[in-house]
Structure formats: structure tokens, C-alpha cells
């Protein structure tokens, strides 16, 4: 230890070295500080005072601080700002530390490091949200992912290959994942955001690691839970002990773990969850995404569960048409499904206050959350117990002593901390009664003195106070002083500007009997809360169970009540090849236009095969909805193998084992990638990958570089996919050459967006058909996007030249080009005067104001401007 420091900074110097890479949360009294280069990092960090306190080895010291009551918010800043934090709490009272000598130091110690993947506090987490923390090793080339949300419980495992890892922590969004030092595959974890932690390689011994799952869930042997190989024992071991220090010992409730099988779950990319925005817009937030369209869930473990669901919808025929099949009784049930859901509303997040209460972090209104849950998972048990719901919910049952023991114990609403008192029912202990009975007795024996002292001294302003430097004390004006000194039963305190205070043997005794009867009743308060917690803790695989019924139903409710009001179909799920859409349409897009008044077009879709490929190529112009034709038909994909019913007519899906979608471009500058290189790495990857299961999206490939570069890439991918890759896929082009593959490649059929074009514009009519279209519309679009009528006007005399030379067989497009003039050449011209007729009508119109037109005014102001266009009357 440093002697040339003071006893408080020798020991945050020591505290500090325990935590060298976090920021230190200090306490000291209401306050965390921090000191030195903490202290300037967190003052930039978190907009707040740089201040400084003394010296060290001749230089002030930087200080900053925050106040405790308010520190979840400022950890909350930190940590999304890639800080992690160690909290140094007071481990005794300063009268403990006193007592060991007049200059002995207050006992502190971190009792957690506050990491994006260790977060616990509501305050700091997304109710609707998992937060991951994940452990990835390898193991003679066999690589295994751990992860867990130590804020629910949830703890899983699954192979997981290098090449694998990228796209599993974007299904995930983990957090934070702990890799071993120097791994290969942090540069990985970083570019898709996710915070890296490295851990010493010990940790990820099979071997230790077993031992300290063992431990963990107190069993001799894993067995029970699955058979797990070296890599997933090494991946769960280390995050376990990166939960232990974090938490510094105090481990969280976690599950036993699950092995979950890649097999059993759709394979969809990274960039495949970017493009069609599953869980999150491309804004970074929900809104937009598909989840966010469909989510009508009323509970926060609900909402959890959704969004697991539709991160990775499931392969297994089985476990699809089991939630088809409960979600198509929620539909016919439709009173008893809204009865459900009003008393889900009442549901509190039991996983979350769980796991506070199992890391005694817990407060009154965490036991008290688990007891609401409990009541409401009673409460539906009843109503569901003579019903033929196929959904197992025996689950909700089962913790009824414990119930009845939260139920008799706490109050209705419990206060947010345990010292605040007032937690523990009237009636449940008698010893707690008592004291209680003393303590306010006390209080009303006060107000009595108060009134007997004013009469004895005739003061009637004369009060009996309290604070926590004098105790009880009576308070008079310094006008009235004199009566109180001349009586010998007043002791003299303290004299202030205004007021002058005593006090008296009697007071001083009572101030006793109320002190110890409000200690006493805390003490007993605290005694019985942590019995509490250990019935609560005793029962978590329980509590657990009804969680986990509660949030299923909550899910089949939702789609169910999403079903009834959209109209939403259920979906032919099975092994087939198949995929037929009748009227489908794109949820996000429709819910969006809903807002708007306006109708979305939908559109059907054939893409079923035998042995072979099925691809459907769509031609049209841009603005015309292939985009999101293409997308409708893969979020319908991922919304049938889910279990949810689809936006559409109706819809038969056969299994599809992975996901792929190459729609829209951007660059990736920080890696260097251009947007086409981009294009092409994505492209690459589907071509790689898919197989004859997948169901592919392209759209524009070959699109970021020459003309004949790009058709003849996309050209050779499209033959990959028919004849390598032999799956299914929707392929959108403006290269129209393309069309004659439908001619000569047996699974290639050709389809387009049908459009107008009226007086020089183009109408969509966002409707899909068969054949292909006869030229793009890029012009008509321009214009539409607000072009320069000189330079529409341009476009369409390059374009007509081009497309004559080409007719006529005659010229190269650069000849053609060299004998077109320059477009300065081109005299500008004047616009067209305006006509006697057009002058008319158009200075009628501007006196109209719409607004105030009723639909007679505005029937007769049509038959006038038709009069003055010449067109007689009706």
C-alpha cells in the first residue's frame, strides 16, 4: 500500500487494481465517485462536473460523482457507450468502522462488475428483449456457442462451427461474448457490435468445466440434461465462471442447460435478417421490422418469447402444426381467448424478478411480482381446465402453498425497498405486531406530551420534533425561550436563529422505548423478507414452469387476436416443395398503408417443384413493388414455419430449411467493401449455401457495375440456382435479355409488375403476372422523382437512339451515342404557350379552395371546367 496517500485513497488504489479495465463506481455515503482517469472518462461520457480532490504524487486528483438513488441511469449511459463498471459498495456501517479506531476507513469492496451481457435492473434492460451473454470454443475444429440471459434464467447451448458463429449471435443479439485470449474469431463479434471479453484459456477446460456445472446445479452427473460434447462443456463452463465474476460469487438462477439443434431451427443469415428486417427496421429499433408489425403480446415474457420465435423460426413439422393447432382454437375461441388475454395483462415478468431476488438484489416488489404471476396463472388455470386447448398448461399450477404464503405475507402494494418498512401484512407474525403497536403507540404518547406541554408553559406553538442529529426534541420561538428556562424539567439542546429546542427525562426515555420498537420491527420485517425469498428461490423450477405456460399463451392469444383483425389465414405447413400464395401481402408494408387510408395489392406467388429448381424471374420497373413482392414472400415463409397464420388468402409452405435475401445495396466503407463488392460477397454466401430446401431472394444482382459485367453475373447465378443449388428463389432484374432463360431452363418461369403509362407518366399497379416486361421506366421514374424536365427530356432522346440502333441491328451504343448531339447543342426551349382555354381553367381553379367545396359545389365546378375546356355540358 501507498503511504504517501490518505487511509481512503490507499484503499480505492487497491479496490481500483482488482478492476484495472472498468470504470469504479466508489461509494461513499449517497454518492459512487470516481477518481483519476475514470473520473475524466465518465465526466465526458456522461455530460456531468470534472472536479478534482487533493493530490497524488503532486497532481490533483480528478473526481467525479453520482448520486445513488439515481446511479441505474448513468450505469445505463455507460454501458451502451461501451464502458463496464465495478461497483465498490460500503461492506459496514461508518459506526462499525469507528469502532475499530477513530481513523479507521469504512470496509468497501465490488460486489459486481456491471457488463452488457450482466444486466439485471428493469431500468437497464428492454422488458420485451433478451439480453445474451455468450461463451464461444473451440475444440479440435468442433466449435460450440453457450449463451444465457442471467436476467431470466434462460441458458442454452448448440454446436457452432466458425463459419456458423457470425449468423447465430445476430439471431441471438448477444450482448457480450467471452472468447478465450488471442481467439481467432473476436474481429467476428466485433463487427456485427457485440462487446468481446476475453477469459484465460483455463476456463474453457471440458474438464473443470464440468465440475463446475455439476456444482452449479447440485447433480452428480449432466446426463440428465443431455449428452454435450467437449467444445459445448468448455463453452458453458467458461460462461459460468465469467457469471461468477461478475456477480463476485453470487450466482444467478439459471435453468440447467438445453442443447439446441441447428437442424431443428431455419438457417437465415446475417445479412438476410438485415435485409428483410425480422426483429429490427433499419433504423436499429423495432419499428418497421416484423416483429414490430405483429407483436400484440401483453407480457413481457410474451413478448420474449415472440421475438425468439421469429429470430428463429422452427424445422420441425411437429412443433409447427402443435402451435398452428393451438392458435386456430384461440381463433374459434375468440371470448375465451380475450378473457385470457385481460387477465394476462395483469402478469408481472416473473423471470426478471427471479433472478433479482436469486442474486439478493431483490426488492419487496420482485416477491411481490412472483405472487401476481402465480394468482394470474391460478386464476387461468381455472378457466382453461374444462377447455379442449391443445396447449399443455399444467404448468400454471403447482406453487399453491407458496402463494398462499407471498399472498398472507405481503401487503397489496409492497413499498420499492426494504427499509422503507411497511412490507409485511398486519396479522402475519405477532411478534411484528407488537413492535409495531409500540412504535406507533409511541407516536401518539408524543402527540399527548406535545399537547400537555403547550398547557403546562401556555405556549401553543410549542412542538415536539424529530431528525437524526437530536433525536425528539421540543422546539419553541426564542420569544418563548425564557418560560421553558424558568422550568426545571427542560433541559436546554441548542439555540439556531429563530428557534430554541429541549428536551426532558420523560422524552428521553420514550425517544427509547420508540427507537428500539421501530428497530425491532424493521430487524423482524427483515427476518421474515428473507424467508420469503428462500420459499420463492425453493420453488424457482416452479415459478419457472408457469412462466413459461404463461408466456405461450400469451403468444397464441396475440397471433390470434393479430389473425382475427387482419385477417390472416392459417398456412399448409409440410414436407413438400412447395410454395403457393394466393392474395399474399406484406404485413409491415399493409400496416403502414393502413395508417394511410389506402389499400395494399395483393399478389399471388407460384413456386412449387418437383425434383428441381422453381424460379420465378420479375421484370418491371423500379417503384413498381418488386421489392416488396420478394420480401412479402419470405416474411410469409418465416411467419407459416413459426406458427403463426399468414397474410394472404391462403398459403401452402413446404419446410424451408434456410433463408437467403439479397435485397438493396450499401457500402461497408470501415471494411473497405463497395457497395457491389458487398453485393457479391452476399451473393457468394447464397450460392455456397443454399440447398435444394432453401428459398432464395435476389434482387438486381450484377446491378454496381458495367452493363454487360452485371448481366453476365447475374445470368450465370441464376443457372447456379437452377442447376447447382436446385431450390426455390424469386429473381428480380432489369436486365430483360434474362427473360429467354424461361425458354430453355425447365424450372424458370418468367413474371412482372404490371403498369401504365398515360400522357408521358407511368402508373403502377403493383400487381404481379405472368410474361415479362417490355422495357424498365426508368425515365417515366426520374421524372416522377422530380428530375429536371431538360434532363427527362434528354434521357428519352439518348434512349430512343439507343433503342433504334439496336432494332436496326445497325450500330454499337458508343457510335450511337458519338451521333447524338451534345446536350448544351440542344437550344433550349421556351414552354409551350398557354391556351385561351388552359388560361381559363386554370385561373378558376386557383380561386377554388378544395376545402370548403361540398360534393355538390364540387360536381358543379367540374361541369364548369369542362365548359371551359370546351367540352358543352352534361
Not at 398472507?408 to 403497536?437: K, N, S, W
Request: proline share 4%.
Amino acid at each position: 500500500m501507498n503511504t504517501s496517500v490518505t487511509p481512503m485513497m490507499a484503499q480505492y488504489l487497491d479496490i481500483k487494481a482488482e478492476a484495472p479495465d472498468a470504470l469504479l463506481f466508489y461509494r461513499m455515503g449517497d454518492f459512487y465517485e470516481l477518481f483519476f482517469e475514470d473520473a475524466v472518462a465518465a465526466a465526458a461520457a456522461l455530460d456531468i462536473a470534472l472536479t478534482k480532490r487533493g493530490k497524488h504524487l503532486g497532481e490533483d486528483i480528478a473526481m467525479c460523482g453520482v448520486p445513488v438513488h439515481s446511479a441505474e441511469n448513468y450505469l445505463m449511459t455507460l454501458i451502451r457507450k461501451g464502458f463496464r463498471v465495478a461497483v465498490a459498495e460500503q461492506l459496514e456501517s461508518p459506526d462499525a468502522a469507528r469502532r475499530r479506531g477513530s481513523k479507521a476507513v469504512v470496509e468497501r469492496g465490488i460486489v459486481r462488475l456491471v457488463t452488457p451481457g450482466t444486466l439485471t435492473e428493469d431500468t437497464l434492460l428492454d422488458a420485451r428483449t433478451h439480453n445474451y451473454l455468450a461463451a464461444w470454443t473451440e475444440v479440435r475444429s468442433e466449435g460450440a456457442l453457450a449463451w444465457a440471459d442471467i436476467s431470466t434464467g434462460a441458458f442454452r447451448v448448440a454446436a457452432c462451427p466458425r463459419v456458423r458463429l457470425g449468423p447465430e449471435l445476430t439471431r441471438l443479439g448477444v450482448r457480450e461474448i467471452v472468447l478465450a485470449e488471442d481467439s481467432p474469431v473476436a474481429a467476428v463479434a466485433e463487427e456485427l457490435g457485440t462487446a468481446v471479453t476475453p477469459l484465460g484459456r483455463s476456463a474453457f477446460d471440458s474438464g473443470s468445466a464440468e465440475g463446475r456445472l455439476t456444482g452449479l446445479f447440485d447433480v452428480g452427473s449432466l446426463e440428465a440434461f443431455g449428452t454435450f460434447s467437449r467444445a459445448e462443456l468448455g463453452a458453458m463452463g467458461a460462461l459460468v465462471e465469467y457469471v461468477e465474476i461478475t456477480q463476485r460469487g453470487k450466482l444467478p438462477f439459471l435453468r440447467p442447460p438445453r442443447r439446441e439443434a441447428a437442424d431443428r431451427l431455419m438457417t437465415i443469415d446475417a445479412a438476410t435478417r438485415r435485409n428483410l428486417e425480422l426483429v429490427r427496421g433499419m433504423s436499429g429499433g423495432r419499428e418497421g421490422s416484423l416483429l414490430w408489425a405483429i407483436d400484440r403480446t401483453v407480457t413481457a415474457g410474451g413478448g420474449r418469447l415472440l421475438e425468439r420465435r421469429v429470430a428463429a423460426p422452427s424445422t420441425e413439422l411437429g412443433t409447427i402444426r402443435d402451435r398452428l393447432d393451438a392458435l386456430d382454437w384461440a381463433v374459434e375461441n375468440a371470448p375465451l381467448a380475450e378473457a385470457i388475454r385481460a387477465e394476462l395483462r395483469r402478469v408481472p415478468d416473473m423471470d426478471r424478478a427471479l433472478s433479482r431476488l436469486s442474486l439478493n438484489r431483490g426488492g419487496p416488489r420482485d416477491a411481490a411480482a412472483i405472487r401476481g404471476g402465480l394468482a394470474a396463472a391460478e386464476a387461468l388455470f381455472e378457466k382453461l381446465t374444462d377447455t379442449d386447448l391443445p396447449l399443455d398448461v399444467s404448468g400454471l399450477v403447482g406453487v399453491e402453498e407458496l402463494l398462499a404464503l407471498l399472498d398472507g405475507a405481503l401487503v397489496a402494494e409492497p413499498p420499492m425497498l426494504l427499509r422503507d418498512g411497511g412490507v409485511i401484512a398486519q396479522g402475519f407474525d405477532g411478534e411484528l405486531d407488537e413492535a409495531r403497536r409500540l412504535r406507533d403507540e409511541g407516536r401518539g404518547v408524543i402527540a399527548g406530551m406535545q399537547a400537555e406541554f403547550a398547557g403546562a408553559t401556555g405556549i401553543t406553538s410549542l412542538k415536539i420534533k424529530h431528525n437524526n442529529v437530536l433525536g425528539y426534541f421540543i422546539e419553541t420561538t426564542a420569544t418563548h425561550a425564557g418560560k421553558m428556562h424558568a422550568d426545571d424539567r427542560f433541559i436546554h439542546r441548542q439555540t439556531t436563529a429563530n428557534q430554541v429546542r429541549f428536551t426532558t427525562v420523560e422524552l428521553s426515555e420514550l425517544e427509547t422505548r420508540i427507537l428500539n420498537a421501530r428497530g425491532l420491527s424493521q430487524e423482524i420485517e427483515e427476518r421474515i423478507f428473507a424467508r420469503l425469498r428462500d420459499a420463492i428461490l425453493m420453488a424457482s423450477d416452479e415459478i419457472c414452469a408457469a412462466a413459461r405456460a404463461l408466456a405461450e399463451l400469451d403468444v397464441t392469444t396475440a397471433l390470434a387476436d393479430l389473425a382475427r383483425q387482419e385477417n390472416w389465414t392459417r398456412p399448409r405447413v409440410d414436407d413438400s416443395r412447395a410454395f403457393e400464395i394466393e392474395g399474399g401481402r406484406h404485413p409491415v408494408v399493409e400496416r403502414a398503408l393502413k395508417r394511410e387510408g389506402a389499400p395494399f395489392v395483393a399478389n399471388d406467388t407460384r413456386l412449387s417443384a418437383g425434383a428441381g429448381a422453381a424460379i420465378r424471374l420479375l421484370t418491371g420497373p423500379n417503384m413498381a413493388g418488386k421489392s416488396t413482392w420478394l420480401r412479402q414472400n419470405a416474411l410469409i415463409a418465416v411467419l407459416s414455419q413459426m406458427g403463426a397464420f399468414v397474410p394472404a388468402d391462403a398459403a401452402h409452405v413446404g419446410l424451408v430449411s434456410q433463408l437467403f435475401s439479397r435485397v438493396g445495396a450499401s457500402d461497408d466503407l470501415a471494411r473497405g467493401r463497395s457497395t457491389f463488392m458487398v453485393e457479391m460477397v452476399e451473393t457468394a454466401a447464397i450460392l455456397n449455401q443454399a440447398d435444394d430446401r432453401a428459398l432464395v431472394i435476389l434482387d438486381e444482382i450484377g446491378r454496381g457495375t458495367a452493363t454487360y459485367d452485371g448481366l453476365s453475373i447475374a445470368w450465370a447465378t441464376l443457372e447456379h440456382l437452377h442447376d447447382v443449388n436446385r431450390c426455390r428463389a424469386l429473381f428480380a432484374t432489369h436486365y430483360h435479355e434474362m427473360t429467354a432463360l424461361a425458354g430453355k431452363l425447365d424450372g424458370v418461369e418468367n413474371a412482372t409488375v404490371a403498369v401504365r403509362e398515360w400522357e408521358g407518366d407511368v402508373i403502377f399497379l403493383h400487381e404481379v403476372r405472368e410474361g415479362a416486361a417490355d422495357r424498365s421506366y426508368g425515365v417515366q421514374v426520374g421524372r416522377l422523382a422530380g428530375l429536371p424536365e431538360a434532363v427527362v427530356a434528354r434521357a428519352r432522346n439518348v434512349l430512343q437512339a439507343l433503342e433504334e440502333g439496336e432494332r436496326a441491328g445497325g450500330g454499337k451504343p458508343k457510335a450511337l451515342i458519338d451521333d447524338l448531339p451534345l446536350f448544351s447543342a440542344i437550344p433550349a426551349t421556351a414552354p409551350a404557350p398557354m391556351s385561351e382555354t388552359q388560361s381559363a381553367a386554370e385561373a378558376r381553379l386557383r380561386e377554388v379552395f378544395p376545402d370548403e367545396l361540398t360534393p355538390k359545389d364540387a360536381l358543379a365546378l367540374v361541369y364548369e371546367l369542362k365548359a371551359l375546356a370546351g367540352g358543352g355540358s352534361a
